[in-house]
Each structure stands twice: as structure tokens, then as C-alpha cells.
């Protein structure tokens, strides 16, 4: 059959082969996040928002941070509720490590805001590795995975219960 495809097309071999290099030239992204954090007299609460929530603190993500932190702090009647933005415009050094800086001075500012002894600091942060500045703080999944996955939300309370036996 003449328009029945070639099972082995022939090969032009008068063209020569050319070494083709291609450079991937991975540009690390900048980063930029919001984070919004909860003050009770005995809790500082700090999630990262998801990207899809544009930075701003509202439906289903209002609700599960108000969940976790009556929780979190069942006997507070009230939280101061803050936003972080990075980057911080004016500030020419938009690395990583001046982002952690930047808020690891927000969070201790916001830490001193606490009024107990020795607060429950709960981060669920997933861009920037804060485990530095509180060594012993609890960690949540983020609130995106908090928002979709219920073995997520699971692991959260798990978590919670855990630090108030403790």
C-alpha cells in the first residue's frame, strides 16, 4: 500500500549532525510570601498564606486559622492578627537569608507580644526553613494542605494535642 506509513523511514545521512547544546539556565525564583500570625496571651500562631489566597486572610483559610488557634489556646478570648509581606519594598537584599532575617525579627516582635511565661509558638511556613529561630516551635502542614487534605488536618490536631500533654 503506497500510503501506508514506513515501519523504517530511511535515514538522510548527506545532512551533517550537528551537536546541539542547550544551557539550562535555571533562575532561582524570588521569593515572596505572606504570612499571617495570631497573638494570644500564650500563643503565637505564624502560617504562611497559599498563593492562590493573594496575600489575603479570608473564607475557609479565616476559619481554620481561628480553629487552630482555639486550640491552640482554648482560654484566650482574644488573638491580635498581623500580616508579614515579603518582599519588603526598600529593602535592596531580596535573598533568602535576608527574608528569614527579616522575619525572624517580626516573629521575635510579635513572640514578645505573648504574655505567658512560656508561650506555644506554631509555625506552618513551607518556603523558608524557620526552624532556626524557634528551635522549639510546633510544626503544622501548611494551610494548604491543611485546606484540601483531611490526614493533613489529622496530623495538625495530633500535633496540638501532643504539645498540651507535654
Known amino acids: ?4 506509513p514506513e515501519s523504517n523511514p530511511q535515514i538522510d545521512s548527506t545532512l551533517p549532525a550537528e551537536s546541539v547544546e542547550s544551557v539550562a539556565t535555571v533562575e532561582a ?4 510570601l505572606t ?3 495570631a497573638v494570644s496571651d500564650d500563643t503565637l500562631l505564624a502560617c504562611e498564606l497559599p498563593e492562590w489566597a493573594g496575600g489575603l ?8 486559622c481561628s480553629d487552630l488557634m482555639r486550640a491552640l489556646s482554648p482560654m484566650s478570648q482574644e488573638s491580635d492578627w498581623q500580616y508579614f509581606h515579603w518582599p519588603i519594598a526598600g529593602i535592596q537584599d531580596q535573598s533568602e537569608s535576608a527574608a528569614i ?9 510579635r513572640w ?3 504574655t505567658a511565661q512560656d508561650p506555644t509558638i506554631v509555625l506552618a511556613v513551607s518556603q523558608l526553613d524557620l526552624s532556626s529561630i524557634f528551635a522549639d516551635a510546633l510544626i503544622l502542614p501548611t494551610l494548604d494542605e491543611l485546606a484540601v487534605s483531611a490526614d ?15
Open 29 to 32: 525564583q524570588p521569593i515572596r
Open 1 to 4: 500500500d503506497p500510503k501506508a
Open 112 to 114: 514578645a507580644e505573648t
Open 57 to 64: 486572610l479570608e473564607g475557609r483559610l479565616t476559619g481554620l
Open 35 to 37: 504570612l499571617v500570625s
Open 152 to 166: 493533613r488536618k489529622r496530623h495538625a490536631w495530633h500535633v496540638i494535642q501532643g504539645s498540651r500533654r507535654a
Open 101 to 109: 532575617e527579616a522575619l525572624d525579627a517580626w516573629l521575635h516582635r
